[in-house]
């Protein structure tokens, strides 16, 4: 257990091209957001979701953007509000769509923090910066990036950020296959992941 880091699985996004809302989806007897928050609480000790405005079928806590059409940066921002308030020093930002995230992976990313505000993975030459930590000194340059009239994205946040970026390469140890970065965009995204569900 991640003692002082809580977890925030992102489901704010509005799921075009898919054509449906991607944490109800369903990959065996789970929703994508129950796998992957499953997967999360054997991490961390607290698990928010976080919203564009409030769900009433999710059970667990849920923190709502406060800047509109913002996308998964307001989202961080909101997580990073809260973990301010409760007095915890990292949050883990991951995507609802990414069932098969590892703990050993996140475990791994988790003993890169020191020196840094943020441990992001890179997986097929791409940052992945909805699998990745963010210390609570992310939240003023997040805000101010919100607050401003450039572009408000977590590629512009990065920037701004100092960054340990983690290669695959030493990834691999923790999730030989990386099969942690799988995300479920399109519906055959989906079918792809049930067949990896079925049949390993």
């Given at each position: 257990?991640?003692?002082?880091?809580?977890?925030?699985?992102?489901?704010?996004?509005?799921?075009?091209?898919?054509?449906?809302?991607?944490?109800?989806?369903?990959?065996?007897?789970?929703?994508?957001?129950?796998?992957?928050?499953?997967?999360?609480?054997?991490?961390?000790?607290?698990?928010?979701?976080?919203?564009?405005?409030?769900?009433?079928?999710?059970?667990?806590?849920?923190?709502?953007?406060?800047?509109?059409?913002?996308g998964?940066?307001a989202?961080?921002?909101?997580?990073?509000?809260?973990?301010?308030?409760?007095?915890?020093?990292?949050?883990?930002?991951?995507?609802?769509?990414?069932?098969f995230?590892?703990?050993?992976?996140?475990?791994?990313?988790?003993?890169?923090?020191?020196g840094?505000?943020?441990?992001?993975?890179?997986?097929?030459?791409?940052?992945?910066?909805?699998?990745?930590?963010?210390s609570?000194?992310?939240?003023?340059?997040?805000?101010?990036?919100?607050?401003?009239?450039?572009?408000?994205?977590?590629?512009?946040?990065?920037?701004?950020?100092?960054?340990?970026?983690?290669?695959?390469?030493?990834?691999?140890?923790?999730?030989d296959?990386?099969?942690?970065?799988?995300?479920?965009?399109?519906?055959?995204?989906?079918?792809?992941?049930?067949?990896?569900?079925?049949?390993?």
């Amino acid at each position: 257990m991640i003692e002082d880091c809580l977890a925030i699985v992102m489901a704010g996004g509005q799921s075009r091209r898919m054509g449906h809302d991607k944490a109800a989806l369903l990959i065996g007897e789970q929703t994508l957001l129950q796998r992957v928050a499953g997967t999360m609480q054997q991490v961390f000790p607290q698990v928010l979701v976080s919203v564009r405005e409030p769900r009433s079928k999710i059970r667990l806590p849920q923190v709502c953007d406060a800047y509109p059409d913002a996308g998964p940066l307001a989202g961080l921002c909101a997580g990073l509000v809260h973990a301010t308030q409760v007095d915890t020093p990292w949050v883990f930002a991951v995507a609802t769509d990414m069932p098969f995230v590892k703990p050993a992976l996140i475990e791994y990313l988790a003993q890169r923090r020191s020196g840094y505000q943020a441990v992001v993975p890179v997986a097929q030459g791409h940052p992945q910066p909805l699998a990745a930590f963010y210390s609570a000194s992310c939240l003023a340059p997040i805000q101010a990036i919100l607050q401003g009239n450039g572009k408000r994205s977590l590629r512009a946040a990065l920037e701004q950020l100092k960054v340990c970026y983690v290669d695959e390469s030493e990834l691999l140890g923790s999730d030989d296959d990386l099969r942690s970065f799988m995300d479920i965009d399109t519906p055959q995204d989906l079918t792809a992941a049930m067949k990896y569900e079925e049949f390993g």
